[in-house]
C-alpha cells in the first residue's frame, strides 16, 4: 500500500523509540515515567485530516488491517497529529495476542470480516507531533503532558495508557497487571526527547522457568548447525504438546549441540509430530490453531509473517529435558523465544508437564485503562 499525502511535521517512516532489558525496577531518581508495557502491534499513527497512516516496527504499514481503527482515530484523535503506540485486541477483561496475529490476513474480504467480529484498539503512550509543531526534540516529562490532554473523555478505540512517577506503585503494577494480559513495565526518563530505533527507555519483563523436552531442532539460517531447539510439555492427554523454542547460544556452542543430538535423531514417521508433516502440506493458510491441527501449534507450520520462511525441523527421540527461562505464556505456548538455562539429565520427560507452569492471577483490564 503506498503511503498517503501527508503535510506533518514529522512523515513516515519512522522507526519507535525502543527500550533495552534490565533485570530490576530503576528506582525514581526525579525524572522516570513507569507505565505498563502493552502486549501487541507497536503502531505509529500519523493523521492528516482524512488521511491516516499506520507505521509498523519493520515499516509495513498495518493501515490495510484495522479500518476500524482508521475510522475510530479519526474520531477520537486531533486532525493533525503523531502518535506512538500499541494496537491492542481485547476480549472480556484480558488482551489476546492471539487473535489479534490473525487479523494480519491478505484478503480483503477476510480483514472486513475481523475488523467486525474482533475490533481491535489503540493504546497511546507518547506524542511525537501535534498541529504543525514536531515535539521530537520536546523531553518526555512535556510530550506526556500535551498527549494527556488528547483524552478528555473515556472509553472509545484509542486509549491512554496510565502512568505513574512512584516507583513502589511501579512494582505493584508489574505484579497486578500480569493477570490482564500485559507483560511488564516500561520505564522513560522525563528528560528524553525522542529518539528512533534506540534503546533509551528500560523495560522490566517477567522471567520464570520451566523444566522441558527436547524433540527437535531447526538448522540455523548460516548453516548445518543448530538453530533451535523445539520445546515440548506433556498435556493432560498425554501427547508432547509443542510450546516454543530455545535459541540463545554462542555460534561455537550451536556446532557443538549437532554431534551431541546426533545420536538422539529419529525419524520423522515414528516422530510424536510425525503426523504433522503431512498435514503442514495441507493446511497451509489456515490458522494455527486450526481445528484439522487438532487444536495443536505445529513446529512445522508455515508462518503468516513470513511464507517463504523454511520451518521444518530435523526430529530427536523426546528423551532429553532441559530448563528455559520464559517470560509469559499465551494459550498452551511460551509467548516469546525461551531461553536455555541448563540440562535436567535428573528429569525425566514425561515429568515435564503443564502443571509446572505458574499462571497469573487474572485482573480486569479496564480497570487499568481506567487509573
Given at each position: 500500500?503506498?503511503?498517503?499525502?501527508?503535510?506533518?511535521?514529522?512523515?513516515?517512516?519512522?522507526?519507535?523509540?525502543?527500550?533495552?532489558?534490565?533485570?530490576?525496577?530503576?528506582?525514581?531518581?526525579?525524572?522516570l515515567?513507569?507505565?505498563?508495557?502493552?502486549?501487541?502491534f507497536?503502531?505509529?499513527i500519523f493523521?492528516?485530516?482524512?488521511?491516516?497512516?499506520?507505521g509498523?516496527?519493520?515499516?509495513?504499514?498495518?493501515?490495510?488491517?484495522?479500518?476500524?481503527?482508521?475510522?475510530?482515530?479519526?474520531?477520537?484523535?486531533?486532525?493533525?497529529?503523531?502518535?506512538?503506540?500499541?494496537?491492542?485486541?481485547?476480549?472480556?477483561?484480558?488482551?489476546?495476542?492471539?487473535?489479534?496475529?490473525?487479523?494480519?490476513h491478505?484478503?480483503?474480504?477476510?480483514?472486513?470480516?475481523?475488523?467486525?467480529?474482533?475490533?481491535?484498539?489503540?493504546?497511546?503512550f507518547?506524542?511525537l507531533?501535534?498541529g504543525?509543531?514536531?515535539?521530537?526534540?520536546?523531553?518526555f516529562?512535556?510530550?506526556?503532558?500535551?498527549l494527556?490532554?488528547?483524552?478528555?473523555?473515556?472509553?472509545?478505540?484509542?486509549?491512554?495508557?496510565?502512568?505513574?512517577?512512584?516507583?513502589?506503585?511501579?512494582?505493584?503494577?508489574?505484579?497486578?497487571?500480569?493477570?490482564?494480559?500485559?507483560?511488564?513495565?516500561?520505564?522513560?526518563?522525563g528528560?528524553?526527547?525522542?529518539?528512533?530505533?534506540?534503546?533509551?527507555?528500560?523495560?522490566?519483563?517477567?522471567?520464570?522457568?520451566?523444566?522441558?523436552?527436547?524433540?527437535?531442532?531447526?538448522?540455523?539460517?548460516?548453516?548445518?548447525?543448530?538453530?533451535?531447539?523445539?520445546?515440548?510439555?506433556?498435556?493432560?492427554?498425554?501427547?508432547?504438546?509443542?510450546?516454543?523454542?530455545?535459541a540463545?547460544?554462542?555460534?561455537?556452542?550451536?556446532?557443538?549441540?549437532?554431534?551431541?543430538?546426533?545420536?538422539?535423531l529419529?525419524k520423522?514417521?515414528?516422530?510424536?509430530?510425525?503426523?504433522?508433516a503431512?498435514?503442514?502440506?495441507?493446511?497451509?493458510?489456515?490458522?494455527?490453531?486450526?481445528?484439522?491441527?487438532?487444536?495443536?501449534?505445529?513446529?512445522?507450520?508455515?508462518?503468516?509473517?513470513?511464507?517463504?520462511?523454511?520451518?521444518?525441523?530435523?526430529?530427536?527421540?523426546p528423551?532429553?529435558?532441559?530448563?528455559?527461562?520464559?517470560?509469559?505464556?499465551?494459550?498452551?505456548?511460551?509467548?516469546?523465544?525461551?531461553?536455555?538455562?541448563r540440562?535436567?539429565?535428573?528429569?525425566?520427560?514425561?515429568?515435564c508437564?503443564?502443571?509446572?507452569?505458574e499462571?497469573?492471577v487474572?485482573?480486569?483490564?479496564?480497570?487499568?485503562?481506567?487509573?
Amino acid at each position: 500500500m503506498d503511503e498517503p499525502q501527508l503535510d506533518l511535521p514529522v512523515l513516515p517512516p519512522v522507526a519507535p523509540m525502543l527500550a533495552k532489558a534490565v533485570k530490576t525496577m530503576p528506582a525514581q531518581n526525579g525524572s522516570l515515567f513507569y507505565e505498563p508495557k502493552w502486549d501487541g502491534f507497536r503502531c505509529i499513527i500519523f493523521r492528516d485530516g482524512d488521511e491516516v497512516f499506520l507505521g509498523s516496527r519493520n515499516e509495513r504499514p498495518f493501515t490495510r488491517y484495522f479500518p476500524e481503527l482508521v475510522e475510530a482515530i479519526k474520531a477520537e484523535l486531533p486532525d493533525k497529529c503523531v502518535v506512538d503506540g500499541e494496537i491492542v485486541l481485547i476480549r472480556g477483561t484480558q488482551l489476546d495476542f492471539e487473535q489479534l496475529q490473525q487479523r494480519i490476513h491478505p484478503a480483503a474480504s477476510r480483514v472486513r470480516m475481523l475488523a467486525e467480529t474482533t475490533p481491535a484498539s489503540f493504546v497511546a503512550f507518547d506524542l511525537l507531533a501535534l498541529g504543525g509543531r514536531s515535539l521530537m526534540e520536546t523531553p518526555f516529562a512535556e510530550r506526556r503532558a500535551l498527549l494527556e490532554g488528547l483524552f478528555t473523555g473515556s472509553g472509545g478505540s484509542v486509549r491512554l495508557t496510565p502512568v505513574t512517577r512512584n516507583d513502589e506503585q511501579a512494582a505493584e503494577w508489574f505484579e497486578m497487571f500480569e493477570g490482564a494480559g500485559l507483560d511488564g513495565i516500561v520505564v522513560k526518563p522525563g528528560d528524553q526527547p525522542y529518539v528512533p530505533d534506540k534503546r533509551t527507555m528500560f523495560k522490566v519483563k517477567h522471567e520464570r522457568t520451566a523444566d522441558v523436552v527436547v524433540a527437535g531442532y531447526r538448522e540455523h539460517k548460516t548453516g548445518p548447525i543448530v538453530g533451535s531447539l523445539l520445546l515440548g510439555l506433556y498435556g493432560d492427554d498425554g501427547r508432547l504438546h509443542h510450546v516454543g523454542v530455545a535459541a540463545s547460544f554462542p555460534m561455537a556452542r550451536r556446532a557443538e549441540l549437532v554431534e551431541e543430538l546426533r545420536p538422539y535423531l529419529a525419524k520423522l514417521g515414528e516422530h510424536p509430530w510425525g503426523e504433522w508433516a503431512d498435514q503442514a502440506l495441507h493446511n497451509v493458510g489456515q490458522p494455527a490453531s486450526s481445528p484439522s491441527r487438532g487444536g495443536q501449534r505445529m513446529p512445522g507450520a508455515i508462518s503468516r509473517w513470513s511464507a517463504k520462511k523454511d520451518l521444518s525441523f530435523i526430529p530427536l527421540r523426546p528423551e532429553l529435558v532441559i530448563e528455559v527461562a520464559y517470560d509469559a505464556m499465551e494459550g498452551d505456548r511460551f509467548r516469546h523465544t525461551a531461553h536455555f538455562r541448563r540440562w535436567r539429565p535428573d528429569r525425566t520427560p514425561q515429568s515435564c508437564t503443564y502443571e509446572q507452569l505458574e499462571r497469573p492471577v487474572g485482573y480486569n483490564l479496564d480497570d487499568i485503562l481506567a487509573r
